[in-house]
């Protein structure tokens, strides 16, 4: 059988046409293994790491349910079912339909998540069946959840993401000024984490009299993000005299850890009082940036390049949460009913 390197996906080596997998005697687990594989290396060369990442944790939380013997079945479904455990690459409708409703009972997981999930499943399955290992695909006629026009992510008001640029200067861990530098740089650039840890001192330039980062986001494209002069003057202080390197190190001076760098953020919230500091997260300083901007003045196209959202549907979600919330006439009512006023 010839073999070739498809993509440098974890290292692993897929076959040369991935059907013959049904041949050469692989068990259950190396043939997903492969195919897993495979299916990653697929992908356009401009997705994202993170993206991979997602998809194939995705895929791996299926199998993992797949292969569990007391995962809880509903009555009406289990006769349906052969066995608790199934093969993942041979599942059908009934596996996928149990699998939504677990992850929405059992994990309560939100509809848009278990909505990006199911696009995971259907993208390998796809996939596996064009390869020719099976026939079709088992999420082809699965209802998808309905994705709400709002976002649940907490967003924090201007005092609280004060309240935390204040505290990170009062961090007592890792290099002087690099907590404050990560807050500044979260809340007025809206960049992924991802993003934040990847930026090196000297991609920082001049761009027409603007100072700018370019940053590659979501589908490889770069673009020049704007550093404001009050986020800059925080960033040139933790630099110091440093020329090159990552903008975002350790102690002993290697990149830092976007896991260590959430940990941080997380310390940050609680040391500022936010009664829920363990949700706050990178996204969480992005959906603040994206409102304050709005509150701020900036107009909602504006907002969208900021945050370089693709689809201006994503924005508006914000937009319309920070309506329901400022313009609630539960004020009105409250000020009507129990106000001083009369």
């Not at 059988?1 to 993509?7: R, Y």
């Not at 049904?22 to 897993?36: E, K, N, P, S």
């Not at 949700?279 to 901007?293: L, Q, S, Y």
């Not at 920070?322 to 006023?341: C, E, K, N, P, R």
Request: hydrophobic letters at 40%.
């Amino acid at each position: 059988m010839t073999m070739h390197n498809a993509a440098p996906v974890e290292g692993v080596i897929v076959p040369a046409r991935t059907a013959e997998l049904a041949t050469v005697g692989a068990t259950a687990a190396d043939r997903l293994a492969i195919l897993r594989a495979a299916w990653l290396a697929s992908f356009d060369a401009d997705t994202s790491t993170n993206t991979r990442d997602a998809y194939g944790l995705d895929l791996d939380q299926f199998a993992a349910w797949c292969a569990d013997p007391d995962k809880p079945v509903p009555d009406d479904f289990a006769a349906l079912l052969e066995s608790r455990v199934v093969d993942p690459v041979e599942a059908r409708r009934v596996h996928i339909d149990l699998w939504s409703a677990y992850m929405r009972d059992r994990h309560g997981w939100a509809p848009a998540t278990r909505a990006r999930k199911l696009s995971a499943l259907a993208s390998f399955f796809a996939y596996v069946a064009g390869e020719g290992v099976r026939d079709g695909s088992p999420v082809a006629h699965v209802r998808r959840p309905k994705v709400s026009t709002s976002t649940t992510t907490l967003g924090l008001s201007r005092q609280q993401a004060r309240d935390m640029i204040e505290q990170a200067g009062n961090y007592p861990h890792g290099p002087e000024l690099r907590a404050s530098a990560l807050v500044a740089i979260g809340f007025t650039l809206l960049l992924r984490i991802s993003e934040i840890i990847a930026i090196d001192i000297e991609d920082i330039t001049e761009a027409q009299g603007h100072r700018v980062v370019p940053i590659t986001g979501k589908g490889g494209e770069v673009e020049n993000v704007v550093i404001p002069p009050e986020t800059w003057h925080v960033v040139a202080l933790y630099i110091a005299d440093r020329k090159t390197g990552p903008l975002f190190v350790t102690s002993t001076g290697k990149r830092w850890d976007r896991h260590e760098a959430l940990r941080t953020l997380r310390v940050i919230a609680r040391m500022a009082g936010i009664e829920q500091w363990e949700k706050v997260t990178p996204h969480v300083m992005r959906h603040t940036g994206v409102t304050g901007a709005l509150l701020g003045g900036a107009s909602l196209r504006k907002a969208q390049q900021l945050a370089r959202h693709k689809d201006p549907r994503t924005t508006e979600r914000y937009a319309h949460d920070l309506d329901q919330l400022t313009g609630s006439a539960a004020y009105v009512t409250g000020a009507y009913f129990l106000g001083d006023g009369t």
